[in-house]
């Protein structure tokens, strides 16, 4: 029975002492920390073709931009690389009442992601076909990235086909 209590006893010990040794020690750094510089972004200017901000256009020139880069400047006329960006096109679609067979007009939302620019093929395709006096594309959530790598939101930009 001593030789059991006398195992027990080093079995308990030999735990305390692995945990002790196990511990790192704690190390004293006296580097500071880094400090990063404030940086202010430019005042950015987003451009489809010759168009800013909200533009209020006819068909044969809707058109064109489609097929047309989205481009980012800042004031200076520095340009930037476009890292992402969404379009919303607001067609006019109708819709059908089942039960009364009551054709209504509403406004439909398609959109999609885009890394790069000009739109896809897909997309530059389908709006030449489908659009109408009365919709509207709309160029939102745009990030610029500058030459050092920072990226910043670039301002929206819509486009509306007017008669």
């Given at each position: 029975?001593?030789?059991?209590?006398?195992?027990?006893l080093a079995f308990t010990l030999s735990?305390?002492?692995?945990?002790?040794?196990?511990?790192?020690?704690?190390?004293?750094?006296?580097?500071?920390?880094?400090?990063?510089?404030?940086?202010?972004?430019?005042k950015l200017i987003s451009m489809l073709?010759?168009?800013?901000?909200?533009?209020?256009?006819?068909?044969?020139?809707?058109?064109?931009?489609?097929?047309?880069?989205?481009?980012?400047?800042?004031?200076?006329?520095?340009?930037?690389?476009?890292?992402?960006?969404?379009?919303?096109?607001?067609?006019?679609?109708?819709?059908?009442?089942e039960a009364s067979g009551k054709v209504?007009?509403?406004?439909?939302?398609?959109?999609?992601?885009?890394?790069?620019?000009?739109?896809?093929?897909?997309?530059?395709?389908?709006?030449?076909?489908?659009?109408?006096?009365?919709?509207?594309?709309?160029?939102?959530?745009?990030?610029?990235?500058?030459?050092?790598?920072?990226?910043?939101?670039?301002?929206?930009?819509?486009?509306?086909?007017?008669?």
């Open positions: 029975m001593a030789t059991n209590v006398k195992y027990i735990f305390g002492l692995t945990t002790v040794l196990a511990q790192k020690p704690k190390t004293e750094t006296n580097t500071k920390p880094t400090t990063f510089q404030k940086y202010t972004p430019p073709g010759i168009r800013t901000d909200t533009a209020y256009i006819y068909m044969e020139e809707a058109l064109q931009l489609v097929t047309l880069p989205l481009r980012v400047t800042d004031d200076k006329k520095n340009a930037y690389t476009i890292s992402s960006y969404m379009v919303v096109y607001k067609r006019r679609a109708v819709t059908e009442d209504s007009p509403i406004i439909s939302n398609v959109s999609g992601r885009f890394k790069a620019t000009p739109l896809s093929p897909i997309w530059i395709k389908s709006l030449t076909e489908q659009l109408r006096v009365g919709e509207e594309l709309h160029f939102l959530d745009i990030v610029a990235k500058d030459a050092q790598g920072r990226l910043m939101f670039a301002p929206e930009l819509r486009i509306i086909v007017k008669k």
